[in-house]
């Protein structure tokens, strides 16, 4: 297989949450010679829209994606969507980041949740089509279905695209999806028009804790150059982006250790 | 919907596996008025087959599996799945659960791994169908791919059962599937030929163990009663069995009031 390519190295700032802000995360991609990054919004509220903007282009790198709209559970979700899109637009975002939330606070239905999630994305979705901004849903493991999202599979994800049209496709997460039996005849389905955002981290084992036992690449299971190899096949030309919850081990470390070893595991892997 | 029926209630000695030996769990069940069982293969052991199979029949119990067969991955794989068809055959059990196994010991090879468990399973089939013991995919939730099943969906265990013909089907264990946007057609298409076993509990939110924090039915977001209306409407008529892994919970109370909770929650779900 060829030789990843550093140049397509993201670091999406959920990597270095405790560590850093995102001024400090910009100026750590900038020193580290990584040439993308994936905001959190509730760093990007901190600095300030207009700061990050000025800092990210001072820098010369691409935004990746903006993390994160949807949770269509939520209150506020209309207006906080559109918030999102706004932000992606200014940033000049690859995508905007879709966890549509699991279920709704004393619910079971699933299957209403799940429609109700393609009719939140069907009325956001004219908004983001006009500022520019891809929509990108993130299937996310089956394990997080109640209480983060219930869109689970890409097969699921690419059938609500096929159901909206252009304007939206999905982010695929090697660590939500590296186990679907389908897997890869979804990321050839969803071919370079559907494949938004690529992310990258690796399943340990064993596994702690639900949400934020993460591995680094090589540390794990996941045939990273195999689903790689696919998403390239596809036609997905975009960025790697190195997305790592690790509450027991990459939290706890030094930032610039964390970003030395992402690159170096990402040009082995 | 119909209310639960109370005859068609089953206990999977895993729920009161730190409480009880088989012989306990057997009494348990007739002193409860449970009148199916499904022992795993350890406390059999302990047990002994023989004075299982009494001990089952003087107390009128169906046995509704036998946990379990499969681990492909075991070096002694062929000798362990023939021993556990021969116990199954004695015991006269409703089918033998196969736990496929995950991945190899230092192999990310995931596609391999599934090949090799459809292999596998043609090689014991002959002798479970001239035993007449039906062989139960059991497919494990995705979180559990790497270190126990890596059959992970229905689908994709139908598939299986296609490709192999008679003598096998699935066991359905809600814990597993309920996230499954295919489930409710993959239950239809699996109908009374390949359902072998219906399994019952509850996914508790928050989730905080990835294999031993199941609920109890009632106290998670599992729409028990939606799924079980799909199951008999699929044609499967067998037991509910009920197998919760429970360590920070069932596993600690007193074994007749889990007895005695599952009874009363089973008619209510």
């Known amino acids: 297989m060829p030789p990843s390519d550093p140049q397509r190295l ?83 975002a690859d995508c905007l980041v879709l966890v549509v939330g699991g279920l709704p606070e004393c619910s079971k239905d699933l299957a209403h949740a799940r429609e109700r ?49 252009g304007g939206i496709g999905v982010a695929v997460d090697v660590y939500h999806v590296w186990w679907d039996p389908k897997l890869e005849s979804q990321v050839m389905r969803a071919g370079k028009k559907r494949i938004l955002a690529y992310h990258i981290c690796d399943w340990l084992v064993p596994t702690r804790d639900l949400a934020f036992d993460r591995g680094m690449m090589g540390d794990g299971i996941i045939e990273l150059g195999k689903i790689r190899n696919w998403i390239d096949a596809a036609g997905y030309s975009g960025f790697h982006e190195v997305e790592i919850f690790s509450e027991l081990n990459w939290w706890k470390r030094d930032p610039d250790e964390v970003l030395r070893t992402m690159k170096e595991r990402y040009l082995q892997t």
């Open 10 to 92: 993201s670091l999406n700032t959920a990597t270095v949450k405790q560590q850093w802000t995102l001024a400090q995360a910009i100026e750590g991609c900038a020193r580290h010679g990584i040439r993308g990054i994936s905001p959190w919004r509730d760093k990007l509220a901190e600095l300030g829209l207009k700061k990050a903007v000025s800092l990210i282009r001072s820098n010369e790198l691409s935004v990746t994606g903006l993390c994160r709209g949807g949770f269509f559970t939520a209150k506020d979700w209309l207006d906080d969507n559109r918030r999102a899109i706004e932000e992606a637009h200014a940033l000049e």
């Open 117 to 165: 999630v393609q009719e939140c994305i069907s009325k956001i979705l004219p908004e983001a089509r006009q500022a520019g901004v891809p929509l990108a849903i993130e299937p996310l493991h089956p394990m997080q279905a109640a209480d983060r999202a219930c869109v689970n599979t890409l097969e699921q994800a690419l059938d609500i695209c096929d159901a909206l049209g």
